[in-house]
């Protein structure tokens, strides 16, 4: 999948094994996991142990992100639970080059995962959680049209802080009225008109080459 967006143009393809290596490289900090899961430094072997499970995960999709022409990854975006009962999933990114942080990437990702899971997957929902520390990633998640739903006030502590998380949800435009029998909350009406706004673009900015 390819997606061009204010000069910005990002390939979301399958994982190879040598972005596992620049993976390994980058999650040996823990400036970048200040807002993941991750504990400490991982391993090759780990890496790929990850890699293979998930390759096989009928539940997930995974991207390697690659901004055109630079030939390498610089992180990876999926969907989790695609096959939720619900029709719901879940979805995570990490941009693990700081080089990229700031520049767009996450947005730009977000487009294509989105489209992906609203109209390859018939997702009508797609849940997603943040640290309410990192602003701009809350913010490329409510551009798409993902809405702050609640925030759990403890999630973990990193450095003696501790760290709250917000929970957000992204609906399908088209499929409000069956969730909510007609009644969509406010809450959720502005994150509604910029997923209308972001599938229409995603139309004319997704390619599949």
Request: hydrophobic share 40%.
């Amino acid at each position: 999948m390819q997606v061009d967006y204010k000069g910005l143009t990002l390939i979301m393809r399958a994982i190879r094994e040598e972005d596992i290596l620049e993976l390994v490289k980058y999650f040996s900090s823990m400036s970048l996991h200040l807002y993941t899961k991750g504990l400490f430094a991982q391993t090759p072997k780990n890496e790929f142990e990850w890699d293979e499970k998930n390759r096989k995960d009928p539940e997930s999709c995974t991207w390697a992100i690659e901004p055109k022409d630079l030939g390498r990854a610089i992180g990876i975006t999926s969907l989790h639970r695609i096959n939720a009962y619900d029709n719901s999933c879940s979805s995570g990114i990490i941009i693990w080059d700081p080089e990229w942080w700031g520049q767009g990437v996450a947005g730009v990702a977000h487009i294509g995962r989105t489209y992906w899971a609203a109209y390859e997957h018939n997702r009508w929902t797609i849940n997603s959680t943040v640290r309410t520390e990192n602003v701009a990633s809350r913010r490329a998640l409510e551009r798409v049209g993902y809405t702050v739903w609640g925030t759990e006030p403890l999630t973990t502590i990193r450095r003696n802080k501790r760290l709250a998380a917000h929970h957000l949800k992204w609906i399908h435009p088209e499929m409000a009225d069956m969730l909510f029998a007609g009644q969509v909350p406010e809450m959720y009406q502005p994150g509604l008109e910029r997923a209308r706004v972001t599938l229409a673009l995603a139309s004319s900015v997704v390619t599949f080459p």
